[in-house]
């Protein structure tokens, strides 16, 4: 929600619109970011104005609608809730999910009450639209601010950009389909109403629904006779319900350090099973008496114990699962182009584009551990300058060879599948870059690269204390100086 926890070459292309054959592909991916790929035609060539439909009116999909209009496009962009802002809307959950704790039916926001920023508000800010202290609206004008924060700054930039008359707020996509003539048909519902259905046709589909709506669920042998109540931090709000319990929080993701430390100051016992520590763990954590760390749960029992790898037990009141979501798109039905297979959104060409019907339909946000809006910016001026003409995409066989280079590279290196939109490491500010050049954009600010790397290593160093500690004033200094340009 923050930095999300999910990084981007050839020449010449189609772009003519074919009906879609849906495909499976089995692949091997990775992508050298060094050859020329998409190329930019003469300014002087007509640009079509297209109707689109974007679907999410989060930081995505304002993104979208905004680089969309700019390119001369007509987006109309499906929100399902009453307002913008998407993962930054904060609510809490519907009476319904207290018998779905692990959410699998759950639609709405994953934000708790407390969270504030894991990244510092200057590098979190779309590019020309600063995420700064001096806006007018501002009322957390903290480095690290709260949610609160984010979904105002949200929404000045649709307020400043004009995008609110673009939105259909509490309307619902449930389908999307490609004719025979190759549009789309977006298929819709008003949300309150008798469940009366519209059906439009669109020239292409921007998606951007986020990736924090289905939630993911540890598997535990033995916690189907379990007594104890688990439940998804996407139903996790404030820590009172714990009081005086023994919490177990599965996962070491930014949502789970947090949520520990929340529960911690009302439970009477926090136990953060994270599968990436040692079998033999089991340590009490600096500046809590009453947290622990320890490796993963190897059972659950009947009478309410639950064993980790380690050997160790505890009795617990409460399996908090805190690990993360899955992409889903349940509008694009079965016969979509893409498929889902471990977390895996394929096949994507630069994670963006099914190859077979490009470039009508297109994917924004899906990487994680990235900077969320600059992405999305990003993503949207190229998606957006693709669709009008003015750049130009390879040809399938160049696009297919692309994302096979992705999955050789996760091969050589081990990783699953689920790793294919992870762009940890320097990758995402090369796919950012790559992205800016296609599009005629400057490269990513050296500033925003450098704090970006500052946070996360004062992160590492000050677990407890970043967000209100940092060493990288000068930084700070240098982006504000950048920041006057945009007032």
Known sequence: MNETNRDGIAHGSSTEKRPAEARRIQANSGSQLRKPLCSLLPASMPSPSLRLAVVGAGAAGLAAARELRREGHAPVVFERAAAVGGTWLYASPAPAAA??????????????????????????????????????????????????????????????????GLVRFQTEVVGVRREAGGRWAVTSRKLGEKGEQDEELYDAVVVCNGHYSEPRVASIPGADAWPGKQMHSHNYRVPEPFLDQVVIVIGASASAVDISRDIASVAKEVHIADRSAPTSTCEQQPEYDNMWLHSMIDHAQGDGTVVFQDGSSIKADVIMHCTGYLYDFPFLGDDSTITVDDNCVDPLYKHVFPIEVAPDLSFIGVPWKVIPFPLF????????????????????????????????????????????HNFSGGYQFEYDDWLAEQCGHPPIEEWR?????????????????????????GLVALANEDFKKYF
């Open 377 to 420: 910016e990003l993503q949207s001026k190229w998606v957006a300058g693709i669709l009008s003409g003015r750049i130009k995409l390879p040809s399938k066989d160049e696009m297919m060879e692309d994302v096979k280079a992705i999955y050789s590279r996760l091969e050589t290196r081990g990783w699953p599948k689920r790793y294919t």
């Open 449 to 473: 690269k450098l704090m970006y790397a500052a946070n996360a290593k004062n992160k590492a160093a000050r677990p407890e204390r970043y967000r209100d500690e940092w060493d990288d004033d």
């Open 99 to 164: 018998a779905d704790p692990l959410g699998a039916a759950a639609t709405h926001s994953s934000l708790y009450a407390s969270l504030r920023t894991n990244l510092p508000r200057e590098v979190m800010g779309f590019l020309d639209f600063p995420f700064t202290a001096a806006r007018g609206s501002v009322v957390d004008a903290r480095r690290f601010p709260g949610h609160q924060e984010v979904l105002r700054y949200l929404e000045d930039f649709t307020q400043r950009f004009d995008l609110y």
